[in-house]
């Protein structure tokens, strides 16, 4: 069995003194979250923090509330909380959904939404769904509290924009209006989502015409990618959308850096993301995948 | 530090290093084996146990999360008299291992969801199971057994 190298649990009893305590010790530090993937990449001695600084125990950071017509979930939140919520289910059951099949219920009862996305690992299902549901996250540290886009939160294969110091508190997720249409679809065969595919459309006739679309690919990539090209080729009449998707699904593949892994070659990946295009747009309708 | 917890209904503090997962601790001072070690990655679920009925990772879950919880392992499910939980006696009565190192953990998944939901559907219940891997059985007999579990837990109620 592999034994952890030693290291401190410190409990803040608020954000502001997490802050402290991560600028306090520095590149020794970090927040522990939930630990599902923290504690594997410590057992991996990719990360070595001295000091483990539990988010977890500040009062009132595992929240799930609806605010000004937009979810504010806590950043301690599990995903099994997330899915279960019904504030969640209500106002946006494309994230209930696809919290329902993060991981495995074991990861899912322990890791949380906030720690999910600091870690920025690339074959994250949540940060793929939140770029196309407009999702935005608060930072604090002891300068001050900023909102960002996940988009802008996220650097890269599990690096996030983070400055020292700055913890991740709160996930802000606009609420699905009836006009909106979303889904997220995944593909697996390994450990891992070898796909994750995002679609959110805006139709102000029962799917006739599209207005407005977004759409981002996860996991064939260093990082969950927004399409933006493709968006465009995604607006329109229902027919011309249809037909066009194809030429979209490329648009997609372009606009990531498709990755020839252990997963399989970029050519497969672009090939995974023309049949998931199909899909996840008939899923988001609600028509028969058949 | 002391971590005090119910270990499989039993009232238990020991002392502990923070590093130390809740898997070290219950099998090299707990001495309960059926706690099982493979993937070490949250993948395989040959370790899960539960904490406050809810199925976890012991190999990556540190035994620091669980003061003032409840944990259950496969060595507290049989009753006093030694009585099996319907869900150990389906294993057996549909031979649902073959070497048997996934079935602790298989059992206490299964039990954190009928536990919850004993009328669950075929397909809750590989949606349930689906991050429990076993390399002998092709899983149908697992499946039969959870199925038989269910139908006599909801018998009981």
């Known amino acids: 069995m592999t034994t952890l190298s030693r290291f401190e649990i410190h409990q803040p009893t608020c954000a502001l003194e997490a802050s402290q305590m991560l600028a306090h010790y520095g590149e020794e530090a970090g927040i522990y979250a939930g630990g599902t993937e923290l504690l594997l990449a410590m057992k991996h001695s990719a990360l070595n923090y001295r000091h483990l600084i539990d988010l977890k125990v500040v009062p009132g950071l595992n929240s799930i509330d609806m605010r000004n017509g937009s979810l504010e979930i806590g950043a301690t939140s599990t995903h099994r909380s997330i899915e279960r919520s019904p504030n969640v289910q209500q106002h946006q059951p494309a994230l209930a959904e696809m919290e329902s099949q993060v991981a495995n219920v074991r990861v899912r009862a322990t890791g949380t939404l906030g720690g999910n996305l600091c870690f920025a690992e690339p074959h994250s299902d949540p940060a793929t769904l939140l770029l196309v549901l407009g999702g935005s996250v608060k930072i604090e540290s002891a300068a001050g509290a900023r909102e960002i886009p996940v988009s802008e939160l996220i650097a890269g294969a599990y690096a996030s924009n983070l400055q020292p110091g700055e913890i991740l508190t709160k996930i802000t997720v606009p609420s699905a209006k009836p006009t909106h249409r979303s889904a997220y679809m995944k593909f697996q065969i390994h450990e891992r989502p070898t796909l994750g595919l995002g679609l959110w459309l805006d139709t102000p006739d029962e799917g006739r015409t599209f207005t407005s679309a977004r759409v981002a690919v996860g996991c064939v990539c260093p990082f969950p990618t927004r399409g933006l090209n493709a968006e465009k080729l995604l607006t329109g009449s229902h027919a011309d959308v249809e037909k066009r998707l194809s030429e979209a699904a490329d648009a997609i593949a372009d606009a990531a850096d498709l990755l020839d892994d252990h997963e399989g070659s970029a050519e497969y990946k672009r090939h995974l993301i023309h049949v998931f295009l199909q899909r996840v747009f008939r899923k988001a309708l609600g028509e028969s995948l058949a | 530090m002391n971590v005090s917890f119910e270990l499989n209904g039993k009232q238990t503090t020991l002392e502990i290093e923070q590093r130390e997962s809740l898997a070290e601790v219950l099998r090299g001072r707990c ?120 139908n006599q837990l909801r018998g009981q109620k």
């Open chain 2, 31 to 150: 001495r309960l084996t059926g706690v099982k070690i493979s993937c070490e990655a949250q993948v395989c679920g040959s370790c899960t146990v539960l904490v406050d009925d809810l199925p976890v990772s012991a190999c990556t879950l540190l035994a620091y999360e669980v003061r003032g919880k409840r944990v259950t392992t496969i060595e507290g499910l049989a009753d006093d008299s030694g009585r099996l939980h319907p869900l150990q006696q389906a294993f057996l009565d549909h031979f649902s291992f073959q070497c048997g190192y996934c079935t602790p953990g298989m059992i206490l998944a299964a039990k954190a969801l009928l536990d919850e939901n004993s009328a669950a559907t075929d397909a809750e219940i590989v949606a349930h199971m689906n991050g429990n891997l076993c390399r002998c059985t092709g899983y149908l007999p697992i499946l039969k057994a959870i199925r038989q579990a269910a």
